[in-house]
């Protein structure tokens, strides 16, 4: 699986460029800022850049783990004590960097360190010739030192060129077997910790949606739609990014028909927490480059 200079190039430019939005956005996470704000701010930077979005920036406040973004005329605000997972997602030519980093707006420090040394230990693991399993012993073995539990249905996960969900898969806890690392893999770790049941299950609330299935709509919000998806070569976007109004009706539509797969926000039980840490690498001969770091 070895690539060409100017693949392992395009992978690089977006993880430095990650890097660098990533920070920028998380730090507009504070007490009483608007969420609709920091999110449009976050992604609009990604184009200054001149990149693009991978998917929607992912903003997840507290029980919430992933697939959530800010609503059309969100009035969310940050408030103190909630702690927020900013999950960012760019590509250069389709190459993709995801990196995501958990802010603390209350007393979660425990907590956000537990994924984070997750993620580095298991960085510290990845060389040509080892099983995903063993990563996911590892992952789960940081998080539970910590004393908290790894989140068992989510996982990191291989990253191809317009494909943000290939193999391999990374577990977040321990597993038999699984797929060995070859020189050339890349993929993102992301381990996620939690004060929950360590088990994410889908809220009703749908933000993100891909296409699937390229067929034509009849009604004019999904045909709208669809000219919002098209372009984005099958990966993610907001419900947000769709002009027009009736979008609801065509959203529903094109989910029934096949045309579109949804997103539901997932969440562990109410009351919990739940910390997020991610990188995105490529597996070396010796070792591997961590594209976001």
């Known amino acids: 699986m070895i690539m060409d200079d100017e693949v392992y190039d395009a ?39 001149g990149a693009l979005l991978a998917f929607p920036l992912n903003v997840s406040f507290n029980e919430a783990a992933a697939h959530d973004t800010a609503m059309p005329g969100d009035e969310r605000i940050f408030a103190r004590g909630d ?8 590509h250069v030519d389709g190459y993709i960097a995801d990196t995501a980093m958990t802010v ?16 580095e230990a298991a960085i510290g693991a990845v060389r040509p010739g080892v099983v995903t399993g063993e990563l996911g012993t590892i992952i789960q073995a940081a998080i539970e030192e910590h004393g908290y539990k790894p989140v068992g249905n989510l996982t ?21 077997g699984g797929t060995v690392l070859e020189e050339g893999m890349v993929f993102a770790i992301e381990p996620f910790a939690t004060t929950g049941s360590g088990k994410v299950t889908e809220a009703p609330r749908v933000e993100i949606y891909k296409q ?10 999904a045909k ?8 984005r070569r099958g990966l993610p976007f907001s419900r947000r990014w769709v002009p027009g109004d009736k979008v ?20 562990d039980v109410p009351g919990s ?15 591997c480059e961590v594209t976001t770091r």
């Open 224 to 231: 709208r739609i669809l000219e919002t998806a098209r372009p």
């Open 11 to 49: 992978y690089r430019e977006a993880g430095a460029l990650a890097r660098k939005v990533l920070r920028r956005g998380a730090g507009l996470v504070k007490e009483g800022a608007p969420l609709l704000d920091m999110v449009e701010e976050t992604e609009n930077m990604v184009t200054k850049e």
């Open 83 to 90: 702690l927020v997972k900013v999950d960012l997602g760019i």
């Open 273 to 287: 927490f739940v910390s997020q840490a991610e990188h995105t690498m490529f597996v070396t001969e010796e070792g």
């Open 156 to 176: 990191g996960h291989g990253l191809d060129r317009y494909d943000l969900h290939g193999k391999p898969m990374i577990p977040n806890v321990a597993m038999n």
């Open 104 to 119: 603390d707006l209350g007393d979660h420090g425990p907590l956000v360190e537990a994924s984070r040394a997750a993620l």
């Open 212 to 221: 699937i299935a390229a067929r034509p709509a009849r009604l004019p919000s």
């Open 248 to 267: 609801e009706i065509g959203l529903s539509t094109l989910v029934r028909n096949g045309i579109l797969h949804p997103f539901p926000v997932l969440h």
